[in-house]
């Protein structure tokens, strides 16, 4: 029953749309039709009026051109001359019957008639003296006239000259229903003559319908309606005046311009109802067809919604509902496939086809419990600027390449996966530090070797960061966050390998405390500055000291540097901090300068100060606020801060040099920063790491280093610091190989700046003694 229902109301729905369609196209095809006709009707009137008025003029001209000859002819103006009357009658009798003229009359200049082929007496007025008097006035004249019998002619006027005017020659066409009848042939419309009369009643004088039909213009002759209604047909009307009253109806019969779409729209509906008819029929085969087998694909459809994927559907048929069953059977092997895809997808990398970050995860918690592992977490140096510059294309194909150079690597029962971008991870059971070291110098060694891309070579290197398990962290997400921590280090010191626990780890609950701590200090005023003084070798003099950041803490005590500090970096509230040192160290350097103290201040720069877009402005300022020679300070700056980002540290120093400030590479030699580079920045003095200096007069070693360190210093115009001295010894070495400043326990301890004028003073009597 419902498979019935179904059939039926398929074939309605689909013949319902057929006649629904069928019905507007006929709607269409009869308005548009109407709009047609009303147009043509229009167009065919108008060409019968101009074709009508050009037939009038015709006849005028062969009228005129009749008379003119008759006119010219010397027997017959002789005649008139001389009022032949008989032979001037049979003249104009005969040239009348030649152009089948019904009239033809002449008249004397006097307006009185001469001869007629009318019934009418030599001596009678002239039947039309409007006529006459328009001739005389424009020298011929032409009209429809009736004469006394009611005719209507079609009149011209013209001069008979002998050579002076003598006579009036008038010739005419009756326009009659025969004249009507051979108009409408030539305009195909209907032609009706009309003489309105003053009480407003038309006459009809001429019509080229037929006898029967002239009683049905009683519309015609009271209205002067465009649309006339004449025994139930209808008509479109156009009025013609000719002359005196009389004026010409021109009819079209609507039926005559209505017929051949009248026959357009009745075939269209036969071919309407054949369609239909046959559409319907066609329907109803189709729906059944349609229905058959849609129990069969409903139950397959339902195994597939249970996952049943194994049972194949049924033989498909070569029509549409085997197309359909074709589909379903394509749409469960396609699932089964597609399942499998995404297994593939949650854990293999789409672009490299390693494991992805989800897969590494899973690995990591099937390790077996209290064995040790490492995380080594992969990046490629400067991967982005290939990418950038080569596009992205190139950039996919080299990491492709990257994990075809690493893929080889992995030991047995490892794992190498792609995090994200360039990153990649190796997961090493079982490997200790040695171990994770070792396997992290072969990883940078296999990624030395250059990778070739159509024809292009391409250098690269990477940088390596390391997490052990358990001592790093105990879950894969912890290891890895210390991984990258490590691999950032590794690449700010351009190390290539570095191990988390070198980093200093993830801050501890007591260094995250150190975050309000630091805050509150700097505006508690708990942070101070002491002074080292630095000796120049040369003169024996203090001519500058380091202004080094102390922290009181009121309830920890005195906080040293080294803990707080690199936090304070690796936070970046060194950014708060280093404005208030700047700002304390000029104002201080100000009171020395007042007091006459030729003493130089210097203050440490960290990374994050050294890219500040606006530390030049600000040291500008300082120095203008507090009146302090720009010589009087001097900036520090560590060779790791240089190397972060060397444009931009490159521009900063250029426009601190530019304002007059001394500039100073501090702990030189423990960074990789070569003096190669360091010529091409605008620095003044290098400062020797105390790592060198001290033992310098027991190690040969450190002692061939700071030599030629101080040698090529002084070739490339710099002069050379060294801190860290601590012994009388080191002190003459330094002064021996030509140091130039010297800075350490072994000169004086840091100390306040009341301190130091005292102790200033104190040097000064010493060496003066």
Same mark, same amino acid.
């Given at each position: ?34 709009? %047609? ?49 008989? =032979?001037?009658?049979?003249? %104009? ?13 002449? =008249?004397?200049?006097? #307006? ?12 009678? @007025? ?22 006394? !019998? ?64 002239? =009683? ?14 004449? &025994? &139930? ?7 013609? @005046? ?61 195994? /597939? ?50 494991? !992805?970050? =989800? ?44 994990? *075809? ?19 990649? $991870? ?9 171990? $994770? ?17 159509? *024809? ?8 390596? *960061? ?29 190390? #290539? ?42 003169? &024996? ?17 005195? %906080? ?13 509230? /060194? ?9 304390? $160290? ?74 007059? +400030? ?39 070693? !450190? ?20 801190? *860290? ?15 130039? +400043?010297?800075?350490?326990?072994? +000169? ?22």
């Amino acid at each position: 029953m419902s498979s019935r229902s179904l059939r039926h109301r398929i074939a309605i729905v689909f013949v319902g749309l057929l006649v629904l369609v069928m019905g507007l196209v006929l709607a269409l095809v009869h308005s548009s039709s109407a709009r %047609i006709v009303g147009h043509e009707t229009q167009r065919e009137l108008a060409v019968g009026a101009r074709v009508f008025q050009r037939l009038l003029d015709q006849n005028q001209r062969q009228l005129e051109t009749a008379a003119a000859v008759l006119a010219a002819d010397f027997a017959f103006r002789e005649a008139i001359a001389t009022q032949d009357q008989p =032979t001037v009658r049979s003249v %104009i009798r005969n040239h009348g019957q030649r152009i089948h003229a019904q009239v033809m009359m002449v =008249t004397g200049t006097d #307006g009185r008639m001469i001869a007629s082929t009318q019934r009418a007496t030599a001596g009678e @007025p002239f039947p039309f003296p409007d006529l006459l008097a328009a001739a005389e006035a424009s020298g011929r004249s032409a009209g429809f006239r009736q004469m006394r !019998n009611g005719q209507l002619y079609q009149v011209v006027l013209v001069p008979i000259m002998a050579p002076t005017r003598i006579a009036w020659v008038a010739m005419g066409f009756q326009v009659d229903d025969r004249w009507a009848r051979d108009m409408a042939d030539v305009t195909g419309l209907g032609v009706r003559i009309l003489h309105s009369v003053r009480d407003g009643t038309p006459t009809l004088l001429a019509s080229s319908a037929p006898p029967a039909q002239r =009683t049905m213009l009683a519309d015609v002759l009271v209205t002067r309606s465009q649309d006339i209604d004449a &025994g &139930g047909a209808h008509y479109a009307a156009a009025r013609v @005046p000719l002359d005196g009253g009389i004026e010409a109806v021109l009819q079209l019969s609507m039926a005559q311009v209505q017929a051949p779409f009248g026959q357009l729209q009745g075939r269209l509906l036969v071919v309407i109802g054949g369609a239909v008819a046959v559409f319907a029929l066609g329907s109803l085969m189709l729906a059944g067809r349609i229905v058959r087998p849609l129990n069969e694909l409903s139950a397959a459809a339902r195994r /597939i919604a249970l996952g049943d994927y194994a049972q194949p559907l049924p033989p498909a048929q070569g029509d549409e509902i085997g197309q359909l069953a074709g589909s379903f059977e394509q749409m469960r092997t396609e699932i089964a496939s597609r399942e499998e895809r995404i297994a593939r997808l949650a854990y293999v990398d789409g672009l490299t086809d390693l494991p !992805n970050r =989800t897969r590494f995860l899973e690995a990591f918690g099937r390790l077996t419990p209290g064995a040790g592992a490492a995380v080594l977490v992969v990046n490629v140096d400067r991967f982005a600027l290939i990418n950038h510059a080569l596009g992205h294309v190139v950039g996919d194909r080299l990491l492709r390449a990257v994990a *075809g150079q690493l893929e080889p690597l992995v030991p047995q029962g490892g794992m190498l996966a792609r995090l994200w971008a360039d990153q990649f $991870a190796f997961l090493l059971e079982g490997a200790d530090h040695d171990a $994770a070291h070792g396997f992290a110098g072969a990883v940078l060694a296999a990624l030395r070797d250059p990778v070739t891309l159509d *024809g292009q070579r391409l250098d690269i290197e990477a940088s390596v *960061g390391i997490a052990l398990y358990p001592d790093d962290g105990l879950d894969a997400a912890t290891l890895l966050r210390r991984a990258e921590l490590a691999l950032g280090a590794a690449k700010r010191r351009h190390a #290539g390998v570095a191990f988390a626990l070198d980093t200093g780890g993830e801050p501890a609950h007591e260094q995250m405390s150190l975050i309000g701590d630091m805050r509150r200090a700097l505006q508690a005023g708990e942070f101070t500055l002491a002074y080292q003084p630095k000796l120049a070798l040369g003169s &024996g003099r203090i001519v500058a000291v380091e202004a080094l950041l102390r922290w009181q803490h009121p309830v920890r005590g005195s %906080i040293p540097p080294a803990r707080f500090i690199p936090f304070a970096e690796q936070t970046g509230f /060194i950014r708060e901090i280093t404005p208030w040192v700047l700002e304390t $160290a000029v104002r201080q350097a100000a009171v020395w300068h007042a007091a006459g103290l030729d003493v130089a201040v210097s203050a440490n720069l960290s990374t994050l100060d050294l890219l500040d877009p606006h530390l030049g402005r600000r040291v500008r300022d300082m120095l203008e606020r507090h009146a302090v020679p720009a010589r009087r300070l001097c900036l520090e700056i560590t060779e790791s801060a240089l190397m972060d980002d060397p444009a931009l540290a490159q521009a900063h120093l250029d426009e601190l040099a530019g304002l007059g +400030i001394k500039l100073s590479i501090d702990d030189y030699g423990v960074g990789q920063a070569s003096l190669a580079y360091l010529k091409s920045l605008p620095v003044d003095e290098l400062k020797l790491d105390r790592s060198f200096v001290t033992a310098i007069t027991e190690s040969p070693r !450190n002692a061939a280093i700071v030599e030629s360190t101080i040698m090529l210093s002084h070739a490339l115009g710099l002069s050379v610091v060294a801190e *860290g001295v601590e012994t009388p010894a080191e002190l003459r070495w330094l002064r021996e190989h030509g140091c130039d +400043i010297a800075q350490g326990y072994g +000169i004086g301890r840091p100390m306040t700046a009341a301190q130091f004028g005292e102790w200033l003073a104190e040097f000064a009597a010493r060496t003066t003694v």
